[in-house]
Structure formats: structure tokens, C-alpha cells
């Protein structure tokens, strides 16, 4: 997956909307056997699980994995956007 922005965001109250579905309202899938390759601020590169949401009618697909407790980097293909409340 190609991906264009990222946003870190805090479980405990933040709505996140990746266009337009809150991602902590639904369930993600964890989307088999791929990955995002993501350039850290060190210069390495690290894997990133890739998920899908399913939400009325809405398909929503993301790369996202827990940097600390709590605090989630969440990565978006070209074309999508985000918003958190």
C-alpha cells in the first residue's frame, strides 16, 4: 500500500474519521498477508499491518500499528483523508 499521511492519535476520547467512518467504532480485519513499508524518523523502515473496515457500505483501508500505550500512527493510501475531533 501506497501511503500519503499519517496521524498519530490517542484512543481515550479522540474520534478519528478516516473518510468519514470513526475507525475506533468499528471492527478492524487485519488484511492478510499485507503491509505497509513506512519510513521511520531514524531512516529505518518498519512494517505496518494493514486493516480493513466494512461500514455501511463504506470500505475503509489503512495501515496502523500501537507506537505507545494508547497512541496509535495511523498511515492512509493517496486520496483518502482524516479527521480527528
Excluded at 496502523?64 to 495511523?74: K, L
Aim: aromatic share 12%; net charge negative; proline share 4%.
Amino acid at each position: 500500500m501506497e501511503v500519503q499521511s499519517s496521524y498519530v492519535g490517542v484512543v481515550d476520547g479522540v474520534a478519528f474519521l478516516i473518510d468519514g467512518v470513526n475507525v475506533w467504532r468499528h471492527e478492524w480485519r487485519r488484511v492478510p498477508g499485507d503491509h505497509a513499508i513506512i519510513r521511520a524518523d531514524n531512516g529505518q523502515d518498519q512494517t505496518v499491518p494493514i486493516y480493513r473496515i466494512d461500514a455501511n457500505g463504506a470500505v475503509v483501508t489503512f495501515a496502523a500499528h500501537e507506537i505507545s500505550s494508547c497512541v496509535w500512527a495511523f498511515y492512509l493510501p493517496k486520496g483518502h483523508e482524516y479527521e480527528a475531533t
